[in-house]
């Protein structure tokens, strides 16, 4: 069965710093692309960012791009964002999903819980 | 950016009834890469359709996808109880993958 368990999240200050993590099972990790999407309170999806098997190929939502990495450690089977200048407008639950292919195909067809994560003073 | 609309943003029907969601994107969305999401409160989202059309493993027969370029439809032929829900469009045809803000099905 495939698992996505997403942690890392919390009440964060704008303009700081938090790292998200993924830790994936169920499955061949490296044999698959892997996305963060996230909601804000009440609002709808948001993808963030997705990286193909190898890391060859990433992609960043313009709203993020250049504030945030997104990164994986196949030995490990675990995904990463990296959220640097964090506004209030980041505020949402994060969720990690797998996609269906070995690239950023972006069909997510397997998603975790999310994580909450506040950006507030 | 391939910007979604989705409509109607709430649709209130029985149970039984035929739901009908629109899709609608900005610029024409490379061979036909849009996929549809359920979500219920409190749950993460559900694959239901890829492709515009393709049905995802397990999925119900009721819920079907089709359209082209920049329309699409999904289509839930009789609702069933645990249809009621919010559903998301999403195109995956370029680097960017958009959602639409979704349309919430709710029971009338």
């Known amino acids: 069965e495939v698992q996505l368990v997403e942690s890392g999240g919390g009440l964060v200050q704008p303009g700081r710093s938090l790292r998200l993590s993924c830790a994936a099972s169920?499955?061949?990790?490296?044999?698959?692309?892997m996305h963060w999407v996230r909601q804000a309170p009440g609002k709808g999806l948001e993808w963030v960012s997705g990286?193909?098997?190898?890391?060859?190929?990433?992609g960043y939502a313009d709203s993020v791009k250049g504030r945030f990495t997104i990164s994986r450690d196949n030995a490990k089977n675990s995904l990463y964002l990296q959220m640097n200048s964090l506004r209030a407008e980041d505020t949402a639950l994060y969720y990690c999903?797998?996609?269906?292919?070995?690239?950023?195909?972006?069909?997510?067809?397997?998603w975790g819980q999310g994580t909450l994560v506040t950006v507030s003073s | 950016e391939i910007v979604l609309t989705q409509s109607p943003g709430t649709l209130s029907l029985s149970p039984g009834e035929r739901a009908t969601l629109s899709c609608r994107a900005s610029?024409?969305?490379?061979?036909?890469?849009l996929a549809w999401y359920q979500q219920k409160p409190g749950q993460a989202p559900r694959l239901l359709i890829y492709g515009a059309s393709s049905r995802a493993t397990g999925i119900p027969d009721r819920f079907s996808g089709s359209g082209s370029g920049t329309d699409f439809t999904l289509t839930i032929s009789r609702l069933e109880p645990e249809d009621f829900a919010v559903y998301y469009c999403?195109?995956?045809?370029?680097?960017?993958?958009?959602f639409g803000p979704g349309t919430k099905v709710d029971i009338k």
């Open positions: 990286i193909s098997w190898n890391s060859g190929s990433i």
């Open positions: 610029q024409s969305v490379s061979s036909s890469y």
């Open positions: 999903a797998k996609d269906t292919d070995i690239a950023v195909a972006g069909i997510m067809r397997h």
């Open positions: 169920g499955f061949t990790f490296d044999d698959y692309a």
């Open positions: 999403q195109q995956y045809g370029s680097s960017s993958k958009t």
